[in-house]
């Protein structure tokens, strides 16, 4: 009687120490899981800092674009695509770039389509600067800011960011 008293008290005893043992590792398991997460996380937060930053300094770049030599080239070609997105000779093209008071923008009404109006803002559109075509009637537009371009671009632009910077 004593005996089985005695093992029964070992088999009670095992089992809980098998069971504790399990226990403990769902627990260890749990925890190395939500550091490895964690880790997961901050690793993604600092990798979007960075992409962050990196957009935000070809911002700064595109909204200074007017100081640049290539300028007038880049202006005409940013018109060229506003025109022909709307597609009728009627447009109404709106120009609008920081620090491009000075430059000879009109000289860009020269390659617009016959009819087609040319109007220089005194801001720069979209905060960066660009380029707006819309119809005489203004119901069909066109937004060829460069805010408006790196919109229509923001996956692919990030995806670029990403494998070019990270190697993903």
């Known amino acids: 009687m004593v005996e089985d008293a005695r093992e029964k008290a070992r088999k ?3 089992t809980l120490l098998a069971k504790a043992r399990l ?5 260890r398991r749990r925890i190395l899981s939500t550091k490895i997460r964690t880790n997961r996380l901050r690793l993604l937060e ?9 957009v935000s300094a070809a911002e700064e770049k595109l909204s200074a674009i007017a100081q ?9 070609m940013m018109v060229g695509e506003a025109v022909e997105a709307i597609g009728t000779d009627q447009a109404v093209v709106r120009v609008g ?8 923008l009109n000289t860009v009404g020269s390659s617009l389509p016959r009819g087609a109006k040319l109007v220089i803002e005194d801001n720069p559109i979209d905060e960066l600067g660009g380029v707006v075509a819309t119809d005489a009637n203004g119901k069909v537009a066109y937004n060829n800011s460069f805010r408006a371009r790196m919109d229509r671009m ?11 910077v990270f190697g993903e």
């Open 154 to 164: 923001d996956s692919q632009l990030l995806t670029l960011i990403s494998s070019t």
């Open 46 to 54: 600092e990798k979007n800092r960075i992409v962050r930053s990196i």
């Open 12 to 14: 009670e005893a095992d």
């Open 68 to 76: 640049s030599p290539s300028f007038m080239d880049t202006l005409k």
């Open 97 to 104: 770039f920081e620090g491009a008071k000075g430059k000879d």
């Open 23 to 27: 226990d403990a590792e769902a627990l």
